[in-house]
């Protein structure tokens, strides 16, 4: 096999409780991440080079040794020994700065394509920790279903059952202003707030714990994400506009990771024309350069 396409797909947070700040400066999460079926494309080529190049058709975006894809090819020869080369294809649609993961989900799709291409040299264990390497998000990627995330977003677990079925194939907008937000920004500005940002790690589990258990709780009331405090009172475009779907569609909006993008459940009684109302009042709030998509959470 000498070329493979992939989807590399974005992912939304459903639940994001921020506990702590380690030693190590990042911060400690308990989260709830689904990818949806929205993303990128990535078309991986093997040469005989022994080099990696990327072209992407977003031209701002960075193309060289920068890219998470280049980084995720570097380490994968370091770790694999793999001699061979590859040209890389991306068709990017996830907007950047807005907290769906793209560059992360670029990255971990480029470990399992040249884990491929080279003939499966590296286990899921490997991988799992390469693409812990290469960032928080990283790992969520390697697997498809609803996940629990904690630690700095290493430690992965599937969601029970009793929760997925509550969240398979729903579908939701997802819709991001034209700025983005910075994730180092976010975080630091939570930490300045400390230890009155963080949500204790013992409510954290509870909280999560409660909605999974009772199976009566929809997906809506899950939403949760302690960015939001930090992010909605600096952009304030973002709280108004969810009070705004709040008020006149009753939807309960979402932020993923430190935003920009919110997301809203489509109401499982929704009329075929309610995704056009939704996304006229959007539109209308944000400008027309706002990036608008319905899709679904993993099947
Ligand atoms: O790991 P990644 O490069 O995606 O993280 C980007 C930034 O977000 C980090 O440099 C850090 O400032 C912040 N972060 C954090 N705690 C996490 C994840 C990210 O503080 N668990």
């Known amino acids: ?4 396409t992939l989807n590399s797909p974005a992912k ?27 993303g990128d494309t990535l078309t991986v080529e093997s040469t ?15 193309v060289d040794e920068r890219n998470l894809v280049l980084r995720a090819a570097r ?11 590859a040209r890389f ?3 990017k649609r996830i907007p950047q700065g807005a907290g769906l993961g793209g560059g992360s989900s670029n990255a ?20 799992a920790d390469l693409a812990a390497r290469l960032g ?54 939570l930490a300045a707030r400390a230890p009155g940002g963080y949500l204790a790690p013992s409510e954290a589990e509870e909280r999560l714990t409660e909605w999974i258990e009772r199976s009566e709780r929809p997906a809506e009331k899950l939403l949760f994400n302690t960015l939001e405090s930090v992010s909605f009172d600096k952009y304030i475009a973002l709280p108004a506009l969810v009070s705004q779907l709040r008020e006149m569609f009753d939807l309960n909006v979402g932020m993923s990771g430190s935003g920009s993008t919110c997301f809203a459940f489509v109401p499982e009684s929704a009329p075929a ?26 099947p």
Request: hydrophobic share 45%; with cysteine.
């Open 48 to 62: 005989d080079s022994g080099e990696f190049a990327l072209e992407c058709d977003d031209a701002s975006l960075v």
């Open 108 to 127: 971990t799709t480029t470990l399992r394509a040249l884990n491929t291409l080279a003939g499966r040299p590296l286990g899921l264990d490997s991988l």
């Open 273 to 298: 024309n309610l995704g056009l109302a939704v996304k006229d009042v959007v539109m209308d709030a944000w400008g027309p350069e706002t990036f608008f998509a319905e899709t679904s959470l993993a």
């Open 1 to 4: 096999m000498t070329a493979l």
């Open 89 to 91: 294809r991306l068709i």
């Open 12 to 38: 939304i947070n459903l639940f994001l409780a921020v506990v702590g700040r380690r030693p190590d400066g990042f911060h400690d999460l308990v989260s709830v991440v689904s990818q949806v079926g929205f």
């Open 136 to 189: 928080s998000d990283c790992p969520l990627f390697l697997h498809p279903a609803p996940l629990i995330m904690r630690g700095r977003g290493e430690r992965i677990e599937l969601l029970p059952e009793v929760g997925v079925a509550r969240l398979r194939n729903r579908r939701v907008w997802l819709f991001k202003p034209a700025f983005g937000i910075e994730t180092p920004w976010a975080f630091r500005r």
């Open 75 to 85: 380490a994968f020869r370091e770790a694999s020994g793999w001699p061979g080369g």
